[in-house]
């Protein structure tokens, strides 16, 4: 791949949101694929998560109560700091938050991946909640944790790799998510000021790609073109791409990199 240096006018920073579940180690193959290409790449975690997976797995105390706004307030301020609008990337509840941020007039172009989708998506999967049940059945856990097992996760996010394989990548990335994000996720329907909202008739927004995999059994596909159909009476760019053969975890499963070229393609050609 040649090098970028930002010459021709389109931004030479990316920003990248990871999802739930997961920390922005999640993304070490993307960023270094990018910066191999001369980008500038910042992977910052959700507050509060600054620490080895290790020590998250053993006190997830600093993100008991994370909501959504609280993520993506924190990556609108770094994205404010900047010099130019990045291309922003973000999967899964990263995803959302992209969508969110864009809506807020920042970045340049931006890539959700595997979404959690934005409020009005009416076909939602309770995939998602049945990952973290503790949570619906005390209202008390919504300022609690829950994690996933190496079967869950297996289940839902690594589906297409084998269980060694999958038991490796629960090792590495896998961190207790907290249950507040995943209610707001999937109540968000049912809020009258649900924090999950945009405005989908919004016009000046940047272009926005929607990416789905075909094998996703916790943002299934169906679920992604629903979100991309809210976006009809924009008059902003919005496209939507299905991997068919891809996991939830697109981003990290073998030919990564097929997804991580195009989104970035897309992005730079579309901002």
Same mark, same amino acid.
């Given at each position: 791949?040649?090098?970028?240096?930002?010459?021709?006018?389109?931004?030479?920073?990316?920003?990248?949101?990871?999802?739930?579940?997961?920390?922005?180690?999640?993304?070490?193959?993307?960023?270094?694929?990018?910066?191999?290409?001369?980008?500038?790449?910042?992977?910052?975690?959700?507050?509060?998560?600054?620490?080895?997976?290790?020590?998250?797995?053993?006190?997830?105390?600093?993100?008991?109560?994370?909501?959504?706004?609280?993520?993506?307030?924190?990556?609108?301020?770094?994205?404010?700091?900047?010099?130019?609008?990045?291309?922003?990337?973000?999967?899964?509840?990263?995803?959302?938050?992209?969508?969110?941020?864009?809506?807020?007039?920042?970045?340049?172009?931006?890539?959700?991946?595997?979404?959690?989708?934005?409020?009005?998506?009416?076909?939602?999967?309770? %995939?998602?909640?049945?990952? &973290?049940?503790?949570?619906?059945?005390?209202? @008390?856990?919504?300022?609690? $944790?829950? #994690? =996933?097992?190496?079967?869950?996760?297996?289940?839902?996010?690594?589906?297409?790799?084998?269980?060694?394989?999958?038991?490796?990548?629960?090792?590495?990335?896998?961190?207790?998510?907290?249950?507040?994000?995943?209610?707001?996720?999937?109540?968000?329907?049912?809020?009258?000021?649900?924090?999950?909202?945009?405005?989908?008739?919004?016009?000046?927004?940047?272009?926005?790609?929607?990416?789905?995999?075909?094998?996703?059994?916790?943002?299934?596909?169906?679920?992604?073109?629903?979100?991309?159909?809210?976006?009809?009476?924009?008059?902003?760019?919005?496209?939507?791409?299905?991997?068919?053969?891809? %996991?939830?975890?697109?981003? &990290?499963?073998?030919?990564?990199?097929?997804? @991580?070229?195009?989104?970035? $393609?897309? #992005? =730079?050609?579309?901002?």
């Amino acid at each position: 791949m040649s090098a970028h240096n930002g010459d021709n006018g389109v931004t030479d920073t990316i920003v990248l949101i990871h999802g739930l579940w997961v920390t922005a180690l999640s993304w070490e193959h993307w960023i270094e694929r990018f910066r191999a290409r001369g980008y500038s790449v910042l992977a910052p975690n959700w507050p509060g998560m600054d620490v080895e997976v290790e020590q998250l797995r053993r006190d997830p105390s600093a993100i008991a109560g994370l909501g959504i706004t609280e993520i993506v307030d924190h990556y609108d301020r770094i994205i404010r700091e900047l010099d130019r609008p990045p291309i922003i990337i973000g999967h899964s509840v990263g995803g959302l938050s992209a969508q969110i941020l864009l809506d807020r007039g920042l970045g340049a172009a931006g890539v959700a991946i595997a979404s959690a989708p934005v409020k009005g998506v009416l076909r939602l999967p309770f %995939s998602m909640l049945r990952l &973290g049940p503790s949570a619906l059945h005390n209202p @008390a856990n919504r300022h609690r $944790t829950v #994690a =996933l097992t190496p079967k869950q996760f297996h289940h839902a996010f690594t589906n297409t790799v084998d269980v060694q394989e999958a038991a490796a990548m629960h090792e590495r990335y896998s961190v207790p998510g907290p249950c507040r994000t995943v209610l707001e996720v999937g109540f968000a329907n049912f809020a009258r000021d649900a924090v999950t909202h945009v405005d989908r008739e919004n016009d000046k927004r940047a272009p926005l790609l929607l990416l789905a995999g075909g094998k996703d059994r916790i943002f299934p596909a169906a679920v992604t073109r629903y979100n991309f159909e809210l976006y009809r009476k924009s008059k902003a760019v919005t496209a939507y791409k299905e991997f068919p053969d891809r %996991s939830h975890y697109t981003i &990290g499963e073998p030919g990564w990199e097929e997804v @991580a070229d195009y989104a970035l $393609t897309w #992005a =730079l050609e579309s901002a």
